[in-house]
Nanobody, 120 residues
């Protein structure tokens, strides 16, 4: 089993910044992609950004220029830096990882979520 533990959420004023962190632990052979999703109240979960094991990144159009995703492969950790936050960024942020627990087994895991609230 693999566990993803997030930290760094909270309440921030519009225009402020937050740094989310997620650490993976457990039966990890390798981790392919790591990423962050957001679920706003009453809406579906949506991708914010992801990063591959090689460091390639993808950002949702709405996030480009405001967020930066980075990764520490040695620590199985992914970081999301968010700047110029807007009230519409409010939601629960979930860490996601696609993990090989064996050379052949690839599985998707989710963290428990961390709340981000941006006040206007």
């Amino acid at each position: 089993q693999v566990q993803l533990v997030e930290s760094g959420g909270g309440l921030v004023q519009a225009g402020g910044s937050l740094r989310l962190s997620c650490a993976a632990s457990g039966s990890i052979f390798t981790i392919n992609t790591m990423g962050w999703y957001r679920q706003a109240p009453g809406k579906q979960r949506e991708l914010v950004a992801f990063i591959t094991s090689g460091g390639s990144t993808y950002y949702a159009d709405s996030e480009k220029g405001r967020v930066t995703i980075s990764r520490d492969n040695a620590k199985n950790k992914v970081i999301l830096e968010m700047n110029s936050l807007k009230p519409e960024d409010t939601g629960v942020y979930y860490c996601n990882a696609r993990v090989r627990t064996t050379p052949l087994g690839l599985y998707e895991y989710w963290g428990q979520g961390t709340q981000v609230t941006v006040s206007s």
